[in-house]
């Protein structure tokens, strides 16, 4: 089981957001920020951007669509599709300082009447029933034992017809993981899962399971692709996800190609949808 303040403090790391805008400023970013540039610090998860565009084309989302970002983190995501779109999303997240800096950073990208940003826990949404057309997490669940308490919530603010989607890495071998990982520095703020639990949890919850797909050859190319951008560079850019992860963030990157080239985890994207 994972407790939600160990998850909590492993993301805090303290000054994030002068962290960020002294990136930005390094790179003469000016107001109103480009998400494009933003990107490089705000989209968490394997394949920034490069995994966000095809997911999020999948939930088909338009100027009337109200959709919740569960796991938020900085706001990446949210504001990629609030401004691609022109769709309202809400996100919530558990860290306090992951949603002060991203509430920021959306104010400073002019995209507040479109993004709302709350703090709290995706188990217990404070949200009405049937408050939202779509549903998506991105590389939350390895953080949440619970999977079927995140399936139940999605469930109940989704409407008829709503589509929950998920990137998530999971566990796909039986070794034991190797430690420190982006989203854990040990055991204990670890939850992976095997895809299995992620369908159980979805069917159960009464979600319709429409598409799945294994993103591990993605996930190869994007970090071999970083590791030779960043050699060549000479080190990582000012803008970058260095500024989130902290100074293990070598490390943690590495274990992560490592577990994943030896078959331990892998990214996997899972489409569902209620009934209408």
Do not use: C
Not at 8 to 29: C, E, N, V
Not at 47 to 52: F, L, N
Not at 167 to 178: H, N, P, R
Not at 197 to 203: I, S
Request: negative net charge; glycine residues 10%; proline residues 5%.
């Amino acid at each position: 089981m994972t407790d939600a303040n160990t998850v909590a403090q492993h993301y805090s790391k303290g000054g994030l957001l002068d962290r960020i805008k002294a990136g930005l400023a390094a790179m003469g970013a000016s107001e109103p920020l480009d998400i494009e540039i933003l990107a490089a610090a705000d989209e968490f998860h394997i394949g920034g951007r490069r995994a966000t565009v095809p997911f999020m084309k999948q939930l088909a989302m338009n100027s009337d669509s109200r959709v919740l970002d569960l796991g938020s983190g900085l706001g990446g995501p949210a504001r990629f599709a609030a401004k691609t779109t022109g769709a309202h999303v809400t996100g919530i997240d558990l860290t306090a300082e992951f949603v002060a800096a991203g509430q920021a950073l959306t104010e400073m990208s002019r995209l507040s009447d479109l993004v709302d940003l709350v703090e709290g826990s995706v188990l217990k949404l404070p949200f009405a029933d049937n408050s939202f057309d779509a549903a998506y997490m991105i590389h939350v669940g390895m953080n949440i034992a619970d999977k079927a308490g995140i399936a139940n919530e999605a469930a109940r603010v989704l409407r008829p017809g709503g589509v929950f989607a998920i990137y998530d890495v999971m566990q796909v071998g039986d070794d034991d993981l190797i430690f420190p990982v982006p989203w854990a520095s040990n055991p204990s703020a670890n939850a992976l899962d095997k895809p299995s639990v992620y369908r159980d949890a979805l069917a159960e919850a009464g979600f319709i399971l429409e598409a799945e797909q294994d993103r591990t050859g993605f996930a190869r190319d994007f970090f071999a692709a970083l590791t030779a951008n960043q050699t060549a560079a000479g080190g990582p850019p000012p803008l970058g996800l260095h500024l989130v992860m902290g100074a293990e963030t070598k490390t943690m990157v590495a274990n992560m190609v490592q577990n994943i080239a030896d078959g331990r985890i892998a990214p996997i994207e899972m489409f569902a949808r209620l009934p209408d």
